[in-house]
């Protein structure tokens, strides 16, 4: 049994095993591709130490890039005497 969340209807679903359509294995992780209850649909769902590593180190530089791109902005107004 597996339980994930739908979203579509953003509800928690358990499912059953034979509702697995296919397992995929990459380097970085596993997708389980699981036929819905909920909405019928097939959701694709990621799971791997790797996989959410990746995820992890693509938010932290989103997060740098975002804080480095104010400072450039607060640079700028200071230069040309505009408030920030």
């Known amino acids: 049994m597996l339980l994930i969340t739908c979203p579509v209807t953003r509800t928690d679903e358990l499912v059953a095993d034979q509702r697995i359509r296919a ?47 104010a400072a450039a902005t607060t640079a700028r107004a200071a230069q040309v005497d505009v408030p920030a």
């Open 23 to 69: 397992i995929t294995n990459h380097p970085t992780h596993l997708a389980l591709h699981v036929a819905c209850p909920a909405c019928g649909g097939v959701h694709v769902y990621r799971t791997g130490r790797r996989w959410e590593q990746t995820r992890a180190r693509a938010t932290d530089r989103a997060a740098t890039a975002s804080a480095l791109a």
